[in-house]
Nanobody, 123 residues
Framework: VQLQASGGGLVQAGGSLRLSCAASGRTFGFYAMGWFRQAPGKEREFVAGISRDGRSTSYAASAKGRFTISRDNADNTVYLQMNSLKPEDTSFYYC?????????????????WGRGTQVTVSS
């Protein structure tokens, strides 16, 4: 499975960005998807996840109410709509896929990772 994230960039505080991550290659019928981020010198952290059937979503406390994860199973793509961005959201954002329905918050539970995309929020 190859994952390609896109949509990152530079935005002012209070602005919005929409990240996309498409899967290609050896794909699975259904799988959970997630977004993580990692800033320099910090550990990779969970941002949002969505179950393979799309019925369940989960968010980190820092993302709840501002970010929305969604998916399009027709083209194996997961999205992260980020609104009301803050400077502390500045990070490298990664998408991840895993077989099964559960979208765990632990990065170690995700075997497939995209290259990531940089998000920079200026104050």
């Amino acid at each position: 499975v190859q994952l390609q994230a896109s949509g990152g960039g530079l935005v002012q505080a209070g602005g919005s960005l929409r990240l996309s991550c498409a899967a290609s290659g050896r794909t699975f019928g259904f799988y959970a998807m997630g977004w993580f981020r990692q800033a320099p010198g910090k550990e990779r952290e969970f941002v949002a996840g969505i179950s393979r059937d799309g019925r369940s979503t989960s968010y980190a406390a820092s993302a709840k109410g501002r970010f929305t994860i969604s998916r399009d199973n027709a083209d194996n793509t997961v999205y992260l709509q980020m609104n009301s961005l803050k400077p502390e959201d500045t990070s490298f954002y990664y998408c991840a896929f895993r077989d099964g329905n559960a979208a765990y918050q632990s990065p170690g539970r995700w075997p497939y990772w995209g290259r990531g995309t940089q998000v920079t929020v200026s104050s």
